[in-house]
């Protein structure tokens, strides 16, 4: 079991190797100059890059490389570069882009998993309905964030809202654009047409699982 393991986690992409890599070099360093907080964000940024893979044994899920690559990539960039690396307040630009990107992710997610509801029928709902909810799955995602975020800064006195009502509308207005755009290369999917590589992602995911999406046709 251990090997097979270990097989599979090799032939992840090379940026998720160089990812895992730095966090178990920050997780020594952290070790040896006694910053716990530091051992234990390593710790968790590289648990949580692994979810994946447990997620996708679980379900019978066929998990596209390069979607692969980015979880691992924006979990890195989330917790370890942004709460232990202090990119939140090194560039201002670091938590938009993270929220776009999440938020675009997530309607992508959203829109494939109620087409694999539907096993792929494209004709059980209108294409417009099915990226719709994705893009209500997507944004839900976003809201639940920016409650916990609250929720940690009143409990535990933590700074997650920054500028408290000004950060979080920001979040809100990123997140609804980035989940547009994923919402919306899912309606181009479903009508042939092409929304720069994102389609290719949907494109990829729908013929890896292709035992999820039985009614699919094009």
């Not at 390593?42 to 980015?70: D, E, K, M, N, Y």
Request: glycine share 10%; with cysteine.
């Amino acid at each position: 079991m251990g090997r097979m393991w270990y097989k599979r986690l090799r032939r992840q992409p090379l940026v998720v190797q160089v990812i895992w890599a730095v966090l178990a070099v920050a997780f020594l360093a952290a070790l040896v100059e006694f910053r716990w907080s530091l051992a234990f964000v390593s710790v968790a940024t590289f648990g949580l890059s692994l979810l994946p893979v447990f997620f996708t044994q679980r379900f019978g899920i066929r998990l596209p490389t390069s979607f692969f690559a980015a979880i691992v990539v924006f979990v890195f960039a989330t917790i370890f570069l942004g709460e232990a690396m202090d990119f939140y307040n090194r560039f201002w630009w670091w938590d938009i882009a993270l929220h776009g990107g999440s938020a675009l992710g997530f309607g992508l997610i959203g829109f494939l998993f109620m087409l694999m509801l539907f096993e792929g029928d494209r004709y059980a709902a209108p294409p417009w309905a099915v990226a719709f909810m994705g893009f209500c799955f997507a944004l839900s995602i976003g809201a639940l964030w920016e409650i916990f975020e609250f929720a940690m800064d009143q409990t535990f006195g933590t700074n997650m809202q920054k500028s408290g009502l000004m950060d979080t509308m920001g979040d809100l207005i990123v997140d609804t654009i980035g989940a547009a755009i994923g919402a919306m290369s899912g309606f181009a999917y479903l009508k042939g047409k092409e929304l720069g590589g994102l389609t290719f992602f949907i494109k990829d995911f729908i013929q890896r699982n292709r035992h999820k999406f039985r009614r699919f046709r094009r």
